[in-house]
């Protein structure tokens, strides 16, 4: 069916969710109103689609989802004299066509979502237009044949002309008419019935009512049709299918009525048949659209849901488990070659996912993208879930070959399993896509179980890294210092600055809990900022507020992603000269592993603030696996030496080997012209090897914690050592 094109009278597109809704109601109005029978102008018929256009926008968006209005919406346009078929298919074009794309709203739901709604409201939509059609046209049809059938019992006693009409009636009504006694033997159809049936009056005629029982009947329906026959009600309605002679099967919306003679005792039954079975293929067809995957052909989300809300109902006994598949480096692939292969890929993929859950209770579902699902019920899922899993691995290993390449197909799996009835579907899938990303983190190609521990730590971890925007701004966090400490004579030679989130439920949180997640949403950046300025203020405010001097230099940590952003130097020196500090007094930390195989374009900026003045220190240095050659090429003036190389040194006598190590890497600084920082000093022996080594500088809780940064100023006064 065409759908009109869109309105092209106004210039630009609609601004407000009024304004787009009335423009659906008008592409709707302009595409209906030809064949609808109204006399209603074409400006009052859009003016009376409108509110039902804005129920159809309002289940659009409703949850939860449900397509009750839709179905309304359908019997209201019954109601506006929209009766012709066209009308129908019609109206279901221009909401596949338009609803989304003028009432949806991608912020809030995903569009894959909205058109798997939009498809299943089509489908509410023309179940209720049928069904207030058959209604109407039963109400109608059914009047006519009693009418008929009275008009025939008085012809039978009076008038021909009686017979007459009756039989015009009779034969040539829209619907199929059969009359039976009460016996259950039809003793007369009519031309549309016998069409339904294939066309042979003599496979209708003359056959008992009770020959046609079917398998999908209904429980209830021969129980009403006992009742009926035996006086005990007078009509019944129900969706009943027949086999036809040809083997096929005929639906239909079947309505038996009792007929009684004058003493009112009951006398015949009267059947009206309307064939539905070409609405019910469309229904089917809907359905199949609004619950699979357009890709891969696989239950989608939705059928997925619904099907996983039955394995949760409690019942005894009853048990599930649940495989939450995601496909590793499948984006280097849509990248790389294309999202075409990537597609071919999926379907392969989803074909050998298929092959692997083929038992009574298990099915595979495409939650979207690389994710897929496979569920199995019943009463030995421990054993089942594992062996489901094992199977998908497998089904996996071998390569997909795709125009000549053979792409490796690796899975990471989270399992969950468990009694029925304990938790709802969505707790279930949030655990199993929590496990798989630990299965991720494993490796990959490997299936994880979920553990109540672990997700717990990462919906603390995803409640962190949703509430830092908003921290930030609030002003929740706040830098403690640790003094730098000179080894030769003990005095304060600066301070590094360390961050510390004031979080308001879980108290005072170190940077080992915050900054990995501020590096994988990009948030470092501006905390980073931040800290640079507050440390860089602090640095300033002991320089000029203490004439008997202050830190000497103020440490602040980079982070690798503050290494690729391009207003590193802009912003350091945007920072510098609004507080006055000399670039001199600033040493930035960068960690060794930031700095592995970085090329000229990495060093570029660090090398910039190099030659302001600008200390650049390698924090952790030891830790990575970087040549110790390629410090000549590092625009570095410090080496920090991780705490691991002195832990060594704690016990007495010191372990040999770490005396060694230490001693190379002070004396290979040296001879580069770098000076030597160590972290962990815990107690004096360690301080007094670290003397005797060269060490330059130390700090650690032999000399102070980290803490508010008047103590800094307390503990230059009161001699470090």
């Known amino acids: 069916m065409k759908v009109p094109s869109q309105p092209s009278d106004s210039g630009a597109e609609p601004d407000g969710p009024e304004d787009r809704l009335r423009r659906f109601a008008t592409i709707w ?19 009376h689609l409108l509110p039902i256009a804005r129920t159809l926008s309002a289940a659009l968006h409703d949850r939860p989802f449900d397509t009750a209005p839709a179905h309304r919406a359908g019997a209201a346009l019954v109601a506006a004299h929209c009766t012709d078929p066209d009308a129908l298919s019609r109206t ?10 003028y009432c ?8 894959e979502e909205l058109r798997a709604r939009c498809a299943r409201l089509q489908h509410a939509l023309a179940a209720g237009f049928a069904q207030a059609l058959r209604e109407r046209t039963l109400a109608e049809q059914e009047a006519i044949a009693r009418s008929a059938f009275a008009a025939r019992s008085a012809a039978e006693l009076a008038l021909h002309s009686t017979e007459t009409r009756f039989r015009a009636v009779f034969e040539r009504a829209a619907i199929g008419i059969g009359i039976a006694d009460l016996h259950g033997n039809v003793l007369e159809v009519n031309e549309t019935l016998t069409r339904m049936f294939g066309g042979m009056e003599s496979q209708v005629r003359s056959r008992n009512v009770q020959d046609w029982v079917h398998p999908e009947d209904a429980p209830h329906v021969w129980k009403l049709y006992g009742e009926l026959v035996r006086g005990e009600r007078d009509h019944y309605r129900v969706e009943k299918p027949y086999y036809r002679g040809d083997g096929t099967v005929l639906w239909t919306n079947l309505t038996v009525s009792l007929l009684r003679d004058a003493e009112g005792s009951p006398q015949y039954q009267l059947a009206l048949m309307e064939d539905t079975t070409e609405r019910r293929l469309l229904n089917l067809r809907l359905r199949y ?3 699979h995957d357009a890709l891969t052909g696989l239950p989608n989300r939705t059928l997925f849901f619904e099907r996983l809300e039955k394995a949760l109902a409690p019942g005894d006994g009853a048990r599930f488990g649940l495989c939450y598949l995601d496909l590793d480096g499948f984006k280097a692939i849509n990248d790389s070659l294309g999202h075409s292969t990537g597609d071919r890929l999926l379907v392969e993929v989803a074909d050998r996912l298929q092959s692997c859950a083929t038992a009574p209770g298990e099915m595979v579902a495409r939650l979207g993208g690389d994710e897929f699902v496979a569920l199995t019920t019943g009463r030995g899922t421990e054993r089942d879930v594992v062996d489901l899993a094992n199977r998908i691995l497998a089904a996996l290993a071998a390569p997909v070959r795709i125009d000549g390449r053979e792409l490796t197909v690796r899975g990471s799996i989270g399992v969950v399993e468990g009694p029925a009835g304990e938790r709802t579907p969505a707790e279930v899938l949030r655990s199993a896509d929590i496990t798989m990303y630990r299965a991720k983190s494993a490796g990959g190609n490997r299936f994880e179980f979920a553990d109540a521990e672990a997700d717990a730590r990462a919906i603390t971890r995803h409640g962190l890294t949703t509430a830092l925007p908003a ?4 002003g929740e966090f706040f830098i403690e210092y640790q003094p730098l400490v000179h080894l030769g004579d003990g005095s304060v030679h600066g301070a590094e600055a360390l961050v510390r989130w004031c979080h308001p439920q879980h108290g005072v949180l170190g940077p080992d809990r915050f900054i990995p997640l501020a590096e994988n949403t990009g948030l470092i950046v501006p905390l980073g900022r931040w800290v640079l300025q507050e440390a860089v203020r602090q640095a300033r405010f002991w320089q000029t507020r203490h004439s008997d001097g202050g830190p000497l230099r103020i440490n602040v940590n980079l982070s690798p992603t503050q290494l690729h952003h391009p207003r590193l130097v802009a912003d ?3 920072v510098l000269e609004r507080s006055g500090l000399e670039p001199g007094a600033l040493c ?6 930031a700095l592995i195989g970085a090329d000229d374009d990495l060093l570029k900026p660090l090398r910039q603030l190099a030659e302001m003045g600008v200390d650049i220190a390698l924090d952790d240095f030891g830790t990575g696996y970087s040549n110790l050659a390629n410090l000549r090429r590092l625009p ?37 012209s770098l000076a030597v920082t160590v972290e962990g000093v815990e107690t004096g022996a360690q301080a007094q090897q670290l003397r005797e080594l060269g060490c330059d500088t130390a700090q650690g809780w032999y000399y102070a914690r980290p803490g508010a940064p008047d103590r800094i100023h307390t503990l230059l006064l009161a001699d470090a050592v």
């Open 572 to 574: 350091t020196v945007d």
């Open 471 to 474: 921290a930030l701004e609030r």
């Open 92 to 101: 279901l074009g221009v909401i596949e066509s338009y609803l989304v794309l």
């Open 588 to 593: 930035l930390e960068v960690t060794e592993s």
């Open 29 to 47: 109005s302009r595409a209906i109103f030809p064949v609808t029978a109204t006399s209603l102008t074409r400006a009052e018929f859009e003016q």
């Open 289 to 291: 659209e609004a619950t």
């Open 104 to 111: 949806g709203d991608e912020r809030n739901t995903p569009a």
């Open 636 to 672: 570095v003036s410090v080496l920090k030496l991780d705490r691991s190389f002195t832990r060594g040194m704690q016990q007495h006598p010191a372990d040999p080997v770490d005396l060694k190590i230490v001693e190379g890497i002070v004396s290979l600084a040296h001879s580069l």
